[in-house]
């Protein structure tokens, strides 16, 4: 068994746990991003972007997965199974965005989404 195919996905792995504590919050993603988004959009609402703040938000939900995805059906492929890596891929990433999402509402900080869930999913899935 080469580590070398396994360790990026548990290494993302490790990267989105980090993200579901308070560090990947709203309030701590927001202050860095609508600074940013502010200088690039002068002319916006405070609401619109917020709103955009929230786009963003969940389009990194479903980037994350779609690599996390990838990364498993990559590591499956190397190792020889190809005929079911995509649905091993497309289970543990499904699975590991339930926990993540446990995982937020344990924080205090963040809350449990089922539509994050969702979000994910189609991630992972649209990758694969």
């Known amino acids: 068994m080469r580590l070398r195919h396994w360790l990026p996905?548990?290494?993302?792995?490790?990267v989105i746990f980090l993200g579901s504590t308070s560090l990947g919050s709203g309030e701590n993603t927001?202050?860095?991003?609508?600074?940013?988004?502010k200088s690039l959009?002068?002319?916006a609402t405070h609401e619109q972007l917020l709103l955009l703040h929230t786009i963003l938000r969940k389009g990194g939900h479903f980037t994350e997965y779609a690599i996390l995805s990838w990364l498993w059906h990559?590591?499956?492929?190397?190792?020889?199974?190809?005929g079911s890596a995509a649905w091993r891929a497309l289970g543990i990433s499904v699975g590991y965005a339930l926990f993540?999402?446990?995982?937020?509402?344990?924080?205090?900080?963040?809350?449990?989404?089922?539509?994050?869930?969702l979000i994910d999913g189609m991630g992972a899935a649209t990758a694969l």
């Open 9 to 14: 996905p548990v290494v993302w792995m490790g």
């Open 30 to 37: 927001g202050n860095f991003l609508l600074p940013i988004l």
């Open 41 to 43: 959009l002068p002319w």
């Open 74 to 82: 990559r590591a499956f492929i190397f190792h020889g199974r190809s």
């Open 100 to 117: 993540d999402e446990i995982h937020q509402g344990w924080t205090g900080v963040r809350g449990a989404s089922a539509g994050d869930v």
